[in-house]
């Protein structure tokens, strides 16, 4: 069983057992975690997507860790003009481990 879930502005194709990074959910380790905005669920080759089927579908998980993503660097450069500036920016990520979907 797969399903596609929407989360912090992403989408993410989900299986049980699974662990993802997601955008922070400000919650402890070891704490459970609900997804409901699913997008679509895939069960022994059956998709569905309708709406209305998927509005009781829910995603659960439990949450590993919190941490720093990967620094992304910004670089503002004008040729001529003496004008750097740089600057480094880490995202706080959630890891998520799928322990169930329901559909």
Do not use: C, W
């Not at 609900?34 to 679509?40: A, D, G, N, P, S």
């Amino acid at each position: 069983m797969e399903a596609v879930i929407a989360t912090g502005g992403k989408q993410y194709r989900v299986a049980p057992g699974q662990v993802i990074k997601v955008e922070r959910l400000a919650k402890a380790a070891g704490s459970p975690v609900e997804f409901t905005q699913v997008l679509l669920v895939s069960h022994d080759g059956q998709v569905t997507v309708e709406p209305k089927a998927l509005a009781a579908a829910k995603v659960t998980g439990e949450v590993v860790a919190e941490k720093k993503g990967a620094k992304v660097l910004v670089v503002k450069f004008k040729r001529r003009k003496n004008y750097r500036r740089h600057r480094g920016h880490r995202q706080t990520m959630t890891t998520v481990r799928i322990t169930r979907i329901e559909a």
